[in-house]
């Protein structure tokens, strides 16, 4: 039966109708509030860890020089901090004297992490006690290491963080560094934040599923995308013809990923943009998302600066759109793949290389 779309103006479909009365403050409250009777993580098979990889943890102004704050990302306590150096370090949050969390309270000691308990001071790369200032002699079993202490880069505006469930995995590439960011004539980001109630593994496969964006987004038809498959990132170039008050535009949209933590969208055509995108698991069902949009200022803060804001808009409507469903979705471990669903099955084979898994171990797979 031929579809009765016609082009992105037609009968809302269904989660819309969750969403049209939000507008405004309401809106940006939605996208970050509590969701408390989702169903569990075990119910939904979210038990399946965290992808190793490169994280946007803060954006860079988010700990000033002699500023200690407390974090939470990984199902763990962290406690970062930026020294009289200038760098930022990033440790777990618990003192191994008597247990004090040292993300409240803690202070800078000169780039050493102080406990504000008993002012016992840690070293934040080598993960050691250095100093305790009443006592004649350090206990031997924190002279080494005793405490993680995570990779830390700064880039494009971000703090970025290793993860790997083993501590001592070194990272095994560089995180990509966009020229955009900084450049006199681009706009700082437009930033904008959802809590997702899900899994940043449904929300990756989100990318490759093709058949949801005529059902979630109300598109007339499905993309036709150009995919590019590497050995850490992966990434896609969908051309496509635009409606505009001007008429209708070429137009290219170019997807890409570096590891599960980063990715970047950059759309041609209508309005130059680049989209750099923050996505990092607070726990196994809590994910923290935060996309910050950058546009050349000529093109922001001009005549077509209309045009601008609105495809901001509309990115972040549809990932509005698709937080109704991730909220309270699970993940199926055998999913039923038919035909046009997309490359699903080659994308969860892909990207299983993201998980430290037994050696035998099927990872994730999909049937079709």
Same mark, same amino acid.
Request: net charge negative; hydrophobic share 40%; glycine share 10%.
């Given at each position: 039966?031929?579809?009765?779309?016609?082009? *992105?103006?037609?009968?809302?479909?269904?989660?819309?109708?969750?969403?049209?009365?939000?507008?405004?403050?309401?809106?940006?409250?939605?996208?970050?509030?509590?969701?408390?009777?989702?169903? /569990?993580? *075990? &119910?939904?098979?979210?038990?399946?860890? %965290?992808?190793?990889?490169?994280?946007?943890?803060?954006?860079?102004? %988010?700990?000033?020089?002699?500023?200690?704050?407390?974090?939470?990302?990984?199902?763990?306590?962290?406690?970062?901090?930026?020294?009289?150096?200038?760098?930022?370090?990033?440790?777990?949050?618990?003192? $191994?004297? !008597?247990?004090?969390?040292?993300?409240?309270?803690?202070?800078?000691?000169?780039?050493?992490?102080?406990?504000?308990?008993?002012?016992?001071?840690?070293?934040?790369?080598?993960?050691?006690?250095?100093e305790?200032?009443?006592?004649?002699?350090?206990?031997?079993?924190?002279k080494?290491?005793?405490?993680r202490?995570?990779?830390?880069?700064? #880039?494009?505006?971000?703090?970025?963080?290793?993860?790997?469930?083993?501590?001592?995995? +070194?990272?095994? =590439?560089?995180?990509?560094?966009? &020229?955009?960011?900084?450049?006199?004539?681009?706009?700082?980001?437009?930033?904008?934040?959802?809590?997702?109630?899900? /899994?940043?593994?449904n929300?990756?496969?989100?990318?490759?599923?093709?058949?949801?964006?005529?059902?979630?987004?109300?598109? #007339?038809?499905? @993309?036709?995308?150009?995919?590019?498959?590497?050995?850490?990132?992966?990434?896609?170039?969908?051309?496509?013809? !635009?409606?505009?008050?001007?008429?209708?535009?070429?137009?290219?949209?170019?997807?890409?990923? !570096?590891?599960?933590?980063? /990715? =970047?969208?950059? %759309?041609?055509?209508?309005?130059?943009?680049l989209?750099?995108?923050?996505?990092?698991?607070?726990s196994?069902?809590?994910?923290?998302?935060?996309?910050?949009?950058?546009?050349p200022?000529?093109?922001? &803060?001009?005549?077509?600066?209309?045009?601008?804001? +609105?495809?901001?808009?509309?990115?972040?409507?549809?990932?509005?759109?698709?937080?109704?469903?991730?909220?309270? !979705?699970? %993940?199926?471990?055998? +999913?039923?793949?038919? &035909?046009?669903?997309?490359?699903?099955?080659?994308? $969860?084979?892909?990207?299983? $290389?993201?998980?430290?898994? @037994?050696?035998?171990?099927?990872g994730? $797979? #999909?049937?079709?």
């Amino acid at each position: 039966m031929p579809s009765t779309s016609t082009d *992105a103006r037609t009968p809302p479909v269904a989660v819309w109708q969750l969403l049209e009365k939000l507008r405004g403050k309401d809106l940006v409250d939605w996208r970050v509030a509590p969701l408390d009777d989702r169903p /569990s993580i *075990a &119910e939904r098979n979210l038990d399946i860890g %965290f992808p190793f990889g490169w994280y946007a943890i803060e954006q860079v102004d %988010f700990v000033k020089q002699g500023e200690v704050k407390p974090l939470r990302y990984f199902d763990m306590d962290l406690a970062i901090w930026r020294g009289e150096d200038g760098k930022v370090r990033l440790m777990d949050a618990w003192c $191994r004297h !008597m247990g004090a969390h040292m993300g409240h309270g803690g202070k800078v000691h000169g780039n050493l992490l102080e406990c504000p308990f008993h002012a016992w001071r840690y070293d934040g790369e080598e993960g050691v006690v250095v100093e305790i200032p009443y006592s004649k002699s350090i206990p031997p079993q924190v002279k080494r290491k005793c405490t993680r202490t995570w990779p830390v880069t700064e #880039a494009n505006g971000w703090i970025w963080t290793w993860y790997h469930p083993d501590a001592s995995v +070194a990272p095994m =590439w560089d995180v990509h560094v966009h &020229e955009e960011y900084g450049d006199p004539d681009w706009t700082p980001y437009d930033m904008h934040e959802w809590i997702i109630y899900g /899994s940043i593994q449904n929300m990756a496969e989100n990318g490759v599923d093709v058949a949801h964006f005529q059902y979630i987004h109300g598109t #007339a038809g499905l @993309p036709d995308a150009e995919l590019r498959w590497g050995e850490w990132g992966r990434g896609a170039d969908v051309k496509a013809r !635009m409606g505009t008050p001007k008429g209708m535009v070429d137009g290219l949209i170019s997807y890409d990923t !570096m590891g599960p933590g980063q /990715s =970047w969208v950059r %759309f041609r055509g209508i309005a130059e943009t680049l989209l750099v995108a923050s996505l990092v698991p607070i726990s196994e069902d809590v994910l923290r998302v935060r996309y910050g949009f950058t546009q050349p200022k000529s093109q922001a &803060e001009g005549p077509g600066a209309g045009v601008a804001k +609105a495809l901001i808009r509309d990115v972040c409507k549809q990932l509005d759109q698709d937080k109704v469903i991730w909220d309270r !979705m699970k %993940f199926e471990t055998q +999913a039923i793949i038919c &035909e046009g669903d997309g490359p699903i099955a080659r994308f $969860r084979d892909w990207y299983s $290389r993201y998980y430290a898994r @037994p050696e035998g171990d099927p990872g994730l $797979r #999909a049937v079709g």
